[in-house]
């Protein structure tokens, strides 16, 4: 979040200006002090406390994971899922371990359902407190699967297109999985990546690189 100046006949009124702001308490603040003013002489040339404060990191993470929490609740209990989950703050994200006897429904089709709650959560946590950390959703490692998955598509794909000099389309998949598929051939020599279609047709296709011909 982005640092404001506020003012007050003190610095102790500054900071509760910020707090307001914020809606935070102040050891939620890092400030910093730019002037303590002063009363003037019979208060002729009075100048007011200057101060610049923004929210502290770790307390936008920990008031966005709450907020994350919960919207999850509504969205698994409007959908009537029986899905418990437990949230973590790690390297600068806030993830969100699944479970429970309905976790098979958000992992049908190559996790499509668990992609779409994720992104929804996110759409509205930003809507709410601005853009921030990345909210991920995982249900018993099913992420890390799932991208050792796409590697391997993308590697077999590059070999194809490499083989047959024709292009291979990829299925259909989220905008993360595609930046994926593009950075695993990125390095690739004898391929290029450029995705195609719209919406959720949208897809990644393997190009054979032209040849170029030879000097003589």
Do not use: W
Not at 84 to 91: L, Q, V
Not at 123 to 133: C, E, S, W, Y
Request: with cysteine; proline share 5%.
């Amino acid at each position: 979040m982005k640092a404001e100046e506020f003012e007050g006949k003190n610095v102790d009124q500054a900071i509760e200006a910020a707090c307001r702001h914020f809606n935070v308490s102040p050891e939620d603040l890092e400030i910093e002090i730019i002037t303590h003013g002063s009363t003037g002489l019979f208060r002729i040339g009075a100048k007011k406390a200057r101060i610049r404060a923004s929210v502290k990191p770790e307390v936008l993470l920990r008031t966005r994971k709450e907020e994350a929490e919960r919207i999850l609740k509504n969205f698994l209990g409007a959908a009537g899922l029986e899905v418990e989950f437990h949230g973590e703050i790690k390297d600068g994200k806030i993830l969100f371990e699944l479970k429970g006897p309905d976790k098979e429904y958000l992992l049908a089709r190559g996790g499509a359902p668990l992609n779409a709650l994720q992104y929804l959560v996110n759409k509205v946590v930003a809507r709410r407190q601005g853009i921030g950390a990345k909210i991920i959703f995982d249900i018993e490692g099913f992420r890390k699967a799932r991208e050792q998955k796409l590697i391997h598509m993308a590697q077999r794909a590059a070999q194809q297109a490499k083989k047959t000099r024709k292009p291979v389309e990829l299925p259909p998949m989220p905008s993360h999985e595609r930046r994926l598929i593009h950075l695993t051939l990125r390095n690739f020599p004898d391929v290029e990546t450029r995705s195609k279609g719209q919406g959720e047709t949208r897809r990644v296709v393997v190009y054979p690189r032209r040849r170029r011909p030879r000097k003589k």
